[in-house]
């Protein structure tokens, strides 16, 4: 069974431009999380999609960060513009169900922000 | 605030001997309790979970021990192996309200099993 795909893996801007992470969850599951993973820090949801829906994105600063599941299976995250303190890894996940399946993790993006 | 914290940022241990990673909570609304390893350019992949209900669980070499009066959890890895060196990341899940079934992690601590 394939896992969780992100892509870039790596990626280096400057502040004030945008970036977009791309994910493609585990065939079937029907829920797909974004996570923020700040250096020396554990994983922040960012976003929660059930299918195509938002379920949860109260952690998710909208002025500049959006996401989409469109067709409810692949998702892309983007930041416009970025800031300093949004170098991070960006980590998908996805989960059969919502609420209490284990959360399958893709290898992140690992985003640089100069 | 810190709602799950892991005080020891890393943990040096000899093969064959027990790791005892600890996690702390100060929050009484999550019904499980998981445990993330992660690798170097890898994500984090599911270890072991417990209940709220529960005081230990264990599968093969983990243990993972649940004191609720404490708010604590440990994990224990008996014997240790080089190949368990690696972050270790205590999560907790929310029981309810706009916090169910999300995941809280703590900041990680990073296992070195020396040969």
């Known amino acids: 069974e394939a896992g969780v795909a992100q892509s870039p893996r790596y990626k280096i801007i400057e502040k004030r431009q945008s970036v977009a992470f791309w994910c493609n969850p585990i065939?079937?599951?029907?829920?797909l999380y974004w996570y923020q993973q700040i250096l020396g820090q554990g994983p922040k949801l960012l976003i929660q999609f059930q299918n195509n829906g938002v379920v949860d994105d109260s952690q998710l600063p909208k002025d500049r960060f959006s996401a989409e599941r469109l067709k409810g299976v692949d998702s892309t995250l983007k930041i416009q513009p970025a800031k300093l303190e949004d170098s991070a890894v960006y980590l998908c996940?996805?989960?059969?169900?919502?609420?209490?399946?284990?959360?399958?993790f893709g290898p992140g993006t690992r985003l640089t922000v100069l | 605030d810190q709602q799950v914290k892991q005080n020891s940022p890393s943990l040096s241990v000899q093969e064959g001997r027990i790791s005892i990673l600890n996690c702390d909570y100060t929050?009484?609304?999550?019904?499980?309790f998981l445990w993330y390893k992660k690798y170097p350019a890898e994500g984090p992949t599911f270890l072991i979970s417990?209940?709220?209900?529960?005081d230990k669980n264990e599968d093969g070499r983990f243990t993972v021990f649940l004191n609720k009066s404490a708010k604590h959890l440990s994990l224990h890895i008996v014997p240790s192996q080089p190949g368990d060196s690696a972050v270790y990341f205590c999560?907790?899940?929310?029981?309810?309200?706009?916090?169910?079934?999300?995941?809280?992690f703590g900041q990680g601590t990073i296992l070195t099993v020396h040969p």
């Open positions: 996940a996805s989960s059969l169900a919502a609420y209490t399946d284990t959360q399958y």
């Open positions: 929050n009484s609304m999550f019904d499980y």
């Open positions: 065939s079937g599951h029907a829920t």
């Open positions: 999560a907790a899940r929310g029981a309810g309200g706009t916090s169910y079934g999300k995941l809280t």
């Open positions: 417990i209940s709220s209900i529960k």
